[in-house]
């Protein structure tokens, strides 16, 4: 947690750290860095959080080789410190501006004097890969006569490939055979999972790895990426509830403010996602002809996609899904409109889909929620606030909401009047300006739950708040109509 939340432009409350903390023990991670106990108040206060909740997990505070981070750490009840001081040669003269002697007595210091006061002590020689082999060795053997616990040499700046890292730890476990070894491994070459999963393999003991990825720079080795593959592809019997994984991707992304990459593996949007009508097809019939991980192991669900690579078994799915059963002629016709949009480069949500088959199998559109009024204010020195008055099946629902802007402030008041008769939740948030300009229409596509049940939907308008709403009630409308009763006629 400490280093996924030193990626950019993420910061923190002490509650939310919390949060994460209790979701990574629910999940079973073993240690928890929670934080930097000497960085600041907040810091001290959001480890200091953790380490009270009680949590099956020990829980670690970052610390540099100063006495004041070790002394902030004891004060912030933590169990153990990740304690690092730099072991190759620019570290050790560009940033500490010392010699190597100075270190080695360093590392003695601040490793004795937090066992002295009982604390685990993880010992980590910063920038490990980059530094002399022979004094690297020197420093952890310096590092365990004084009392370290477990010793995680750091790729700080992601230089290794997987056969590097596997010649580093199987020397440094022939070295120190009776030591705890840990990775640490950054993602700046893509490659912090396989090198975490190569030092496992040389007999490392224990992973460093981040919610989806996040960290500095390019990141860390994403937690969920190393321990589908320990489970899947090396049959590690590990102790990760791997069901939980989705929603503890989803929660870091949304306290983060981090989005999540459609294509990254395991929690991206796309990762359970087929729109080609081939893979579709064969799907329905046996899932692994095209599915290398159940999607239910990792607490998901397949998702078809229609768009100008869907064939007839795919959105057939998708519209049995919505209640419609086109008849053949009707599933053709509908087919060949989804390809048509698609051609002319149109993402194709839900909404379309099901806007193209209502009118092909001739059943009137049936929209539960309808916009009456909506009234926006934005300014400076004001609260952008919105009030909204919805028809809902002929009755009127009047809310008002704040925000941090007035898209915000629509979109909650929106939800909020919908809120008392359904349970939707906003998952995604696009925006495209469809030419440049102020004066561009803005596309607005949004992802929309209810329950088990996530839809599309979109909204074009040249008012981006108009947009918004126009993409958010379509979407509404989608999972509040059941079209079951609807039975088609021939086309
Ligand atoms: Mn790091």
Same mark, same amino acid.
């Not at 540099?64 to 410190?81: F, N, T």
């Not at 480069?345 to 909506?374: C, F, H, N, Y």
């Given at each position: 947690?400490?280093?996924?939340?030193?990626?950019?432009?993420?910061?923190?409350?002490?509650?939310?750290?919390?949060?994460?903390?209790?979701?990574?023990?629910?999940?079973?991670?073993?240690?928890?860095?929670?934080?930097?106990?000497?960085?600041?108040?907040?810091?001290?206060?959001?480890?200091?959080?953790?380490?009270?909740?009680?949590?099956?997990?020990?829980?670690?505070?970052?610390?540099?080789?100063?006495?004041?981070?070790?002394?902030?750490?004891?004060?912030?009840?933590?169990?153990?410190?990740?304690?690092?001081?730099?072991?190759?040669?620019?570290?050790?003269?560009?940033?500490?501006?010392?010699?190597?002697?100075?270190?080695?007595?360093?590392?003695?210091?601040?490793?004795?004097?937090?066992?002295?006061?009982?604390?685990?002590?993880?010992?980590?020689?910063?920038?490990?890969?980059?530094?002399?082999?022979?004094?690297?060795?020197?420093?952890?053997?310096?590092?365990?006569?004084?009392?370290?616990?477990?010793?995680?040499?750091?790729?700080?700046?992601?230089?290794?490939?997987?056969?590097?890292?596997?010649?580093?730890?199987?020397?440094?476990?022939?070295?120190?055979?009776?030591?705890?070894?840990?990775?640490?491994?950054?993602?700046?070459?893509?490659?912090?999972?396989?090198?975490?999963?190569?030092?496992?393999?040389?007999?490392?003991?224990?992973?460093?790895?981040?919610?989806?990825?996040?960290?500095?720079?390019?990141?860390?080795?994403?937690?969920?990426?190393?321990?589908?593959?320990?489970?899947?592809?090396?049959?590690?019997?590990?102790?990760?509830?791997?069901?939980?994984?989705?929603?503890?991707?989803?929660?870091?992304?949304?306290?983060?403010?981090?989005?999540?990459?459609?294509?990254?593996?395991?929690?991206?949007?796309?990762?359970?996602?087929?729109?080609?009508?081939?893979?579709?097809?064969?799907?329905?019939?046996?899932?692994?002809?095209?599915?290398?991980?159940?999607?239910?192991?990792?607490?998901?669900?397949?998702?078809?996609?229609?768009?100008?690579?869907?064939?007839?078994?795919?959105?057939?799915?998708?519209?049995?899904?919505?209640?419609?059963?086109?008849?053949?002629?009707?599933?053709?016709?509908?087919?060949?409109?989804?390809?048509?949009?698609?051609?002319? %480069?149109?993402?194709?949500? $839900? +909404?379309?889909?099901? #806007? /193209?088959?209502?009118? &092909?199998?001739? @059943?009137?559109? !049936? *929209?539960?929620?309808?916009?009456?009024?909506?009234?926006?204010?934005?300014?400076?020195?004001?609260?952008?606030?919105?009030?909204?008055?919805?028809?809902?099946?002929?009755?009127?629902?009047?809310?008002?909401?704040? %925000?941090?802007?007035?898209? $915000? +402030?629509?979109?909650? #008041? /929106?939800?909020?009047? &919908?809120?008392? @008769?359904?349970? !939707? *939740?906003?998952?995604?948030?696009?925006?495209?300006?469809?030419?440049?300009?102020?004066?561009?229409?803005?596309?607005?596509?949004?992802?929309?739950?209810?329950?088990?049940?996530?839809?599309?939907?979109?909204?074009?308008?040249?008012?981006?708040?108009? +947009?918004?709403?126009? #993409?958010?009630?379509?979407?509404?409308?989608?999972?509040?109509?059941?079209?079951?009763?609807?039975?088609?006629?021939?086309?």
């Amino acid at each position: 947690m400490r280093d996924g939340e030193q990626t950019p432009g993420v910061s923190l409350t002490p509650e939310e750290k919390l949060l994460i903390a209790k979701r990574l023990d629910e999940i079973g991670v073993d240690v928890i860095e929670a934080g930097f106990a000497a960085a600041s108040e907040g810091e001290m206060e959001a480890v200091k959080l953790i380490a009270k909740e009680g949590l099956k997990a020990e829980i670690c505070s970052f610390a540099r080789g100063v006495k004041g981070d070790i002394d902030a750490a004891l004060k912030s009840e933590v169990d153990s410190i990740f304690l690092v001081i730099p072991s190759s040669d620019i570290h050790i003269k560009h940033k500490l501006k010392k010699n190597r002697d100075e270190v080695l007595k360093l590392t003695e210091e601040c490793v004795e004097y937090a066992k002295d006061h009982g604390l685990i002590v993880e010992f980590g020689p910063e920038d490990a890969t980059r530094s002399d082999l022979g004094f690297l060795k020197e420093m952890i053997k310096v590092s365990l006569s004084s009392g370290a616990d477990r010793v995680t040499p750091p790729d700080t700046v992601g230089v290794l490939t997987p056969e590097r890292t596997y010649e580093f730890f199987s020397d440094l476990k022939k070295t120190f055979p009776n030591t705890v070894l840990g990775a640490h491994c950054h993602n700046d070459f893509g490659l912090a999972v396989a090198n975490t999963l190569a030092a496992l393999r040389a007999g490392v003991e224990e992973a460093h790895v981040t919610i989806n990825g996040l960290g500095e720079r390019a990141g860390n080795a994403a937690l969920e990426e190393v321990v589908v593959a320990l489970k899947l592809q090396y049959n590690v019997n590990i102790s990760i509830k791997t069901d939980l994984l989705y929603v503890t991707s989803l929660l870091v992304s949304r306290l983060t403010g981090v989005p999540i990459q459609p294509n990254k593996a395991i929690v991206g949007e796309n990762a359970f996602a087929h729109e080609s009508g081939i893979h579709t097809h064969a799907i329905l019939s046996e899932p692994s002809t095209y599915e290398a991980i159940p999607p239910e192991i990792v607490g998901r669900t397949r998702r078809f996609v229609v768009g100008k690579h869907a064939g007839a078994h795919g959105v057939m799915a998708v519209l049995e899904e919505m209640g419609l059963n086109p008849s053949e002629n009707q599933l053709r016709e509908i087919l060949l409109r989804v390809k048509a949009l698609g051609d002319k %480069g149109k993402r194709v949500t $839900d +909404a379309d889909l099901r #806007a /193209i088959a209502e009118s &092909v199998i001739g @059943i009137p559109q !049936i *929209r539960p929620i309808k916009l009456e009024e909506l009234t926006v204010v934005t300014g400076d020195h004001v609260t952008p606030t919105a009030s909204v008055r919805l028809n809902v099946n002929g009755k009127i629902l009047i809310e008002a909401a704040t %925000g941090v802007g007035p898209v $915000d +402030a629509a979109m909650n #008041a /929106i939800r909020k009047a &919908v809120a008392t @008769i359904e349970p !939707i *939740r906003l998952e995604e948030y696009h925006v495209n300006a469809i030419t440049g300009g102020t004066n561009a229409v803005v596309e607005v596509i949004v992802r929309l739950s209810r329950g088990d049940r996530v839809i599309t939907a979109m909204g074009a308008h040249e008012d981006i708040v108009m +947009a918004s709403v126009e #993409a958010m009630i379509s979407g509404m409308n989608l999972l509040m109509s059941n079209n079951n009763r609807f039975k088609s006629k021939d086309f």
